[in-house]
């Protein structure tokens, strides 16, 4: 009789801190990451971060409301301190701890009085760097989980580092949990993450391309078409966020005009030229706005974020089935690593 092989378990101790059932964490997109991809998310047993960054407290409320409507499952809010102005964002915060949000997602500056604000008020922070000594300055403010972001990662990226040699920096000089960001698309990546002791991994792109996301259909489509090599770091999608800031997109009639990707662009000294349209609000050339479902005008010309792992991406489907897609593929390669080694090397 032939023994069947126990199903690997992808259960980490963040399962446990967060509440959910598979170490796999929505990105929270600006735009993007709206209650219905949050909820899917979460509903199939990874975790949902609502993406809010900027957004007016009125939208939140709406946004926390209907995901508490789809959703029993633990879920966080992703606001962006260094992104915001800070008026903004403490009427955001305030709003938040109002309607009962019990885990913040927080992303570019470490901003310690943020932290403590909402860790006083008994809420779990994770905090999203791009450098080791990023992840020191969150774990010395209150962080609870570090999510180590790579360059690989599609929309603003913080550091220059790759996503996994990043997450071993991490993983040596902190007692948080850390979660890998960027790049990771498919069951490798979470596998990979898990053996070298992380504690999950935090996918934007391939959420993105599923039924449930607020990103415009066109978008949803480049992704798929695109490869890893079609996308590039960028600051010239710049208006918003703090001069330099850097994003990874799928190149487009506007990268492709520059003569150089680094050039300095300072939001101060861009043009304000409108080229889309959400209802009655103006989307401007060289903005950090995506196209979403709402958007019409000129969706080439604006930033079409994407991270390098967008070349494992052949399709949109639903959330639920990415996920499981992501799980499944992990499983199999941690239950059979020496065939897997073998596959590689043919």
């Known amino acids: 009789m032939t023994e069947q092989p126990l199903e690997v378990s992808l259960h980490t101790p963040l399962c446990d801190l967060l509440g959910c059932d598979l170490p796999i964490l929505l990105a929270g997109m600006g735009g993007v990451a709206r209650w219905e991809l949050a909820a899917a998310v979460a509903n199939a047993g990874g975790y949902g971060i609502l993406g809010m960054v900027r957004e007016d407290p009125d939208l939140i409320a709406r946004e926390v409301t209907a995901m508490r409507a789809a959703t029993g499952r633990p879920f966080a809010v992703n606001v962006i301190p260094a992104a915001t102005e800070r008026r903004l964002l403490d009427a955001q915060i305030a709003r938040c701890l109002e309607l009962g949000v019990s885990t913040f997602s927080f992303f570019w500056d470490v901003i310690?009085?943020?932290?403590d604000r909402v860790k006083q008020a008994g809420a779990l922070v994770l905090h999203?760097?791009?450098?080791?000594?990023?992840?020191?300055?969150?774990?010395?403010?209150?962080?609870?989980?570090?999510?180590?972001?790579?360059?690989?990662?599609?929309?603003?990226?913080?550091?220059?580092?790759?996503?996994?040699?990043?997450?071993?920096?991490?993983?040596?000089?902190?007692?948080?949990?850390v979660v890998v960001s960027g790049g990771i698309a498919t069951g490798e990546g979470l596998a990979a993450a898990l053996a070298i002791g992380a504690s999950g991994v935090?996918?934007?792109?391939?959420?993105?391309?599923?039924?449930?996301?607020?990103?415009?259909?066109?978008?949803?489509?480049?992704?798929?078409?695109?490869?890893?090599?079609?996308?590039?770091?960028?600051?010239v999608f710049v208006l918003n966020w703090p001069a330099g800031a850097a994003v990874r997109v799928i190149g487009n009639s506007v990268t492709q005009g520059l003569k150089g990707q680094y050039l300095g662009h300072d939001p101060a000294t861009l043009p304000r030229e409108a080229i889309a349209w959400d209802g009655d609000q103006p989307r401007l050339r060289f903005s950090t706005d995506s196209p979403l479902r709402t958007t019409t005008g000129d969706l080439e010309a604006m930033a079409l974020f994407a991270g390098q792992g967008a070349g494992a991406i052949r399709k949109v489907v639903p959330a639920a089935t990415r996920l499981a897609e992501i799980a499944a593929q992990a499983r199999h390669i941690l239950a059979n690593p020496a065939q897997d080694r073998v596959e590689a090397a043919t």
């Open 202 to 235: 935090h996918c934007g792109t391939a959420f993105l391309a599923t039924e449930e996301s607020f990103a415009h259909p066109y978008h949803k489509a480049r992704v798929v078409e695109a490869t890893g090599d079609d996308t590039v770091l960028t600051d």
């Open 112 to 115: 310690p009085d943020v932290v």
């Open 128 to 177: 999203q760097v791009g450098t080791l000594d990023a992840a020191r300055m969150a774990e010395d403010a209150g962080a609870d989980v570090i999510i180590a972001q790579g360059i690989e990662a599609g929309g603003h990226v913080h550091g220059r580092s790759p996503g996994f040699a990043l997450a071993e920096q991490v993983l040596a000089g902190t007692r948080l949990p």
